[in-house]
């Protein structure tokens, strides 16, 4: 009876529990988690199909046999050979080399190299070069003759991270004043007139590279320097560079040591030596950034300088900024610039670019304030480049050359400087605006053309003009490798007119002058050459220089030699082989 109670009584409860749950009634469910479906793992059919054909073929056996019959033929294959590809020999390259040319007015030309190897890493070069001419130049009535000449003795070693380098040399320059003007200095004193001026230079050098090392890189350079009329100057510099890498950019620092001393004799036998020196220190710090087509260089420098025969010192600081940012690749790329320096001027360098100064000038340093300039450069097409440069620098104590007067009241006899025929040094504050544009034509890899022109607009302050510096240059250079043996070059180039400053004596008053600016006419010279190559050693050639024969004037008064020609051979060889 209680079993019965019992069934009873749990029927009741699951028909109870049914009827509350259809009372439940609909509810939303939120899944949380995202939904990640599962690939399971495949399981291979292990059972082989059997095969129920109740036709079974047995294959039978055939045999078979080859009834051959000659067959007459007249072809025969050739045999195979393997292609391969056509490489042009290497030029052979030899240690030593000789050249030797003689032309018209008597000129000579002779270079002589050598390079002996010491050990694997370590070599000793020699390098001597002369240039001459015995001068005859239409309408100059002194001597016009002209030697250059330099001896280089330099021994270099290349380690692993050690690269350095040393040179030793002298130098032998003669020119001549020969600018006089025949109606303004009589025919008596010309005849008597020993125009002829020496130059002479022994300097010593090193520099040494460090691969691994903050410290990049120095430099350091002494050079004496004077000529025959006791003129002397002596010249030492020191340049260490030191590169440290911050943050993945690159951070440079140049250091500036620059001492310069000199004199000049005095005027005349009685009077006082004319000393200058100078001592300049200078830091320069730039940090290099890179970002993808962006190149960056932000940095500044400061400089100071003592000039201790005048007991005066000043301090100058200078932008050194560079950008460029390739917007298309090869194609275009867009750079500008705002750069400055203090720049030590020194009688050789003046001398170098004019041969006919007068032993006595004023030498002391520039300073280019700010150079700044923008352009663009790239390639018009895979083998034509080109670049254009806008720029306006600012330079305060600009060296002008300017012709000296001929000192008609001067007591004594004068030098041989002093008729009108030489050169002196004057300093201006010069604003120089600039328009560059250069073509560079890469046809080939027998021929390579390039043309560059540049405008000048000058603005100066004290004097009237800026003194022979031209208002217009152009320039054309050419390689042309006409065959395997054949070869020819091409240097044409134009300069555009130059204004310069004469002073004549009317009488033996004193003060008695008459002042003149001289416009200089632009000159084309037009140079080619042309050469024949025998074999890997030797080698002729022929060269043209002036070939429009025009006597024009680079300086006031001292024209040019003519149309020159010279011809030569070069031969290349190795000692002991």
């Known amino acids: 009876m209680k079993i019965k109670s019992l069934g009873v009584f749990i029927i009741f409860l699951v028909f109870t529990g049914f009827s509350y749950a259809q009372d439940l009634g609909s509810e939303m469910v939120e899944v949380v988690k995202p939904y990640t479906p599962t690939v399971s793992d495949a399981f291979k059919i292990k059972e082989t199909p059997k095969i129920s054909d109740s036709v079974n073929l047995e294959k039978r056996p055939v045999q078979y046999s080859i009834f051959s019959v000659p067959v007459a033929s007249t072809f025969t294959p050739a045999k195979g050979r393997a292609t391969t590809v056509e490489r042009q ?142 003129s002397t100057e002596h010249r030492l510099t020191f340049k260490p560079t030191l590169e440290i890498p911050i943050g993945g950019e690159l951070f440079h620092t140049n250091l500036i040591f620059d001492y310069l001393n000199g004199s000049f004799a005095p005027y005349f036998d009685d009077g006082e030596d004319l000393t200058y020196s100078y001592m300049n220190l200078g830091v320069a710090s730039s940090l290099l950034i ?118 008609m009241t001067e007591p004594g006899t004068k030098p041989e400087y002093a008729y009108g025929n030489s050169f002196g040094v004057v300093y201006d504050q010069v604003n120089t605006i600039s328009l560059f544009g250069e073509l560079d034509f890469d046809v080939n890899s027998d021929f390579n053309l390039r043309v560059n022109g540049e405008f000048f607009v000058y603005d100066t302050s004290n004097e009237e003009e800026a003194w022979n510096l031209p208002t217009f240059r152009a320039n054309l250079i050419g390689d042309y490798q006409i065959t395997e043996k054949w070869f020819a070059g091409a240097n044409v180039f134009f300069v555009g007119e130059r204004k310069d400053f004469e002073i004549y004596q009317t009488s033996d008053v004193l003060n008695s002058v008459r002042t003149v600016i001289v416009s200089l006419d632009s000159y084309f010279d037009l140079n080619l050459n042309l050469g024949y190559r025998f074999n890997d050693r030797l080698s002729i050639f022929a060269r043209g220089q002036n070939l429009l024969g025009d006597n024009y004037e680079r300086w006031v008064d001292y024209p040019v030699l003519g149309m020159q020609v010279m011809a030569g051979a070069t031969y290349k060889f190795d000692f002991g082989r």
């Open 89 to 230: 020999r290497p030029p052979k390259l030899f240690d030593n080399y000789i050249t030797l040319g003689f032309g018209t007015y008597t000129s000579a030309l002779a270079e002589f190299y050598s390079n002996i190897e010491v050990t694997r890493t370590d070599n000793f070069g020699i390098f001597l070069t002369h240039n001459s001419a015995q001068g005859g130049i239409d309408g100059v009535e002194l001597d016009d003759h002209y030697y250059d000449t330099e001896l280089n003795l330099n021994y270099s070693s290349r380690k692993r991270n050690l690269i350095w380098n040393t040179d030793f040399g002298v130098e032998h320059r003669l020119f001549n004043w020969y600018g006089v003007r025949s109606d303004e200095v009589s025919q008596e004193v010309i005849n008597n007139l020993e125009p002829q001026h020496n130059y002479y230079s022994v300097y010593a050098g090193g520099e040494i590279n460090w691969e691994k090392s903050f410290f990049d890189r120095a430099e350091a350079k002494y050079r004496y320097f004077g000529d025959d009329f006791e």
């Open 290 to 407: 890179l970002r993808d087509d962006l190149t960056l260089n932000l940095g500044a420098a400061i400089y100071y300088s003592y000039d201790s025969e005048n007991s005066d010192s000043g301090i100058y600081v200078y932008p050194q900024v560079t950008a460029s940012y390739r917007a298309a690749g090869d194609y275009f790329i867009a750079y500008a610039g705002l750069e400055g320096e203090l720049r030590q001027n020194s009688y050789y360098e003046f001398t170098k670019e004019n041969p006919f100064l007068s032993p006595a000038v004023d030498i002391a340093p520039t300073d280019q304030q700010y150079n700044a300039y923008v352009g663009a450069k790239g390639k018009l097409s895979t083998n034509i480049g080109y670049n254009t440069r806008l720029k306006y620098m600012a330079e305060d104590y600009k060296p002008l050359f300017r012709s000296n007067p001929n000192e």
